[in-house]
């Protein structure tokens, strides 16, 4: 049992990674990874939105869409959860860190929005994972789905100091810098 939530956690984080192996979520990874300190206060925020997506989506799908026969509101029931997780998480960081909130600026509520989030929960009742599976794999994505902000971030702010053609300067050296960190994110694809 251990041993398969291991397997899980470490594949969700690095193998099916949802920015760089899935290209879920990309507008956040483009528009908040200028600055590593933004990129993780948005990390912050995605892996308490998405964990949490995963767990009430299951829960929700479990005890009330399949027994009602609802299931095929499960996109707007998810979306609803979203939104609600979403609104929570903007008003704590608007109180707790007025900077930080200043600095996501549009794209913290364009969590509800990312299709990662959504993906998360819709995946979770595709493979059919019980509460402990979900609880693990929407934490592993929203860890891998930070990691990879975070490093990407650490990427730009060194390219900002680089000496870059006047051609490759701006947003085609950042999606340069993408490519590359997505290439190396696929040397996992053999590990599990």
């Given amino acids: 049992m251990a041993g398969h939530l ?4 470490v594949s969700s984080i ?5 920015l760089l192996s ?3 979520g990309e507008c956040p990874f483009l528009g908040v990874s200028k600055k590593v300190e933004t990129a993780m206060g948005m990390s912050v925020a995605v892996i308490f939105v998405m964990t949490m997506t995963g767990v009430i989506s299951y829960v ?5 869409l399949v027994p009602l026969g609802l299931e095929y509101l499960q996109i707007i029931a998810f979306i609803v959860i979203i939104a609600t997780l979403v609104q929570f998480t903007e008003m704590v960081i608007k ?7 200043q600095a996501l600026g549009i794209y913290l509520p364009l969590i509800t929005t990312n299709c990662a989030v959504l993906g998360v929960a819709l995946l979770n009742v595709q493979m059919g994972y019980n509460l402990i599976d979900s609880i693990v794999y929407s934490f592993g994505s929203a860890v891998g789905f930070a990691f990879a902000l975070v490093s990407y971030a650490g990427i730009r702010e060194r390219l900002a100091f ?5 051609t490759l300067e701006g947003f085609p050296s950042a999606l340069i810098g993408a490519g590359l960190l997505s290439l190396a ?3 996992f694809r053999g590990l599990v």
Avoid: E
């Fill in 95 to 101: 109180k707790t860190s007025p900077t930080l909130y």
């Fill in 185 to 187: 994110f696929l040397g």
């Fill in 14 to 18: 690095f193998v099916d990674n949802y």
């Fill in 162 to 166: 680089a000496p870059i053609p006047k």
């Fill in 6 to 9: 291991l397997i899980l956690l």
């Fill in 22 to 24: 899935r290209f879920l």
């Fill in 60 to 64: 929700v799908q479990t005890y009330i």
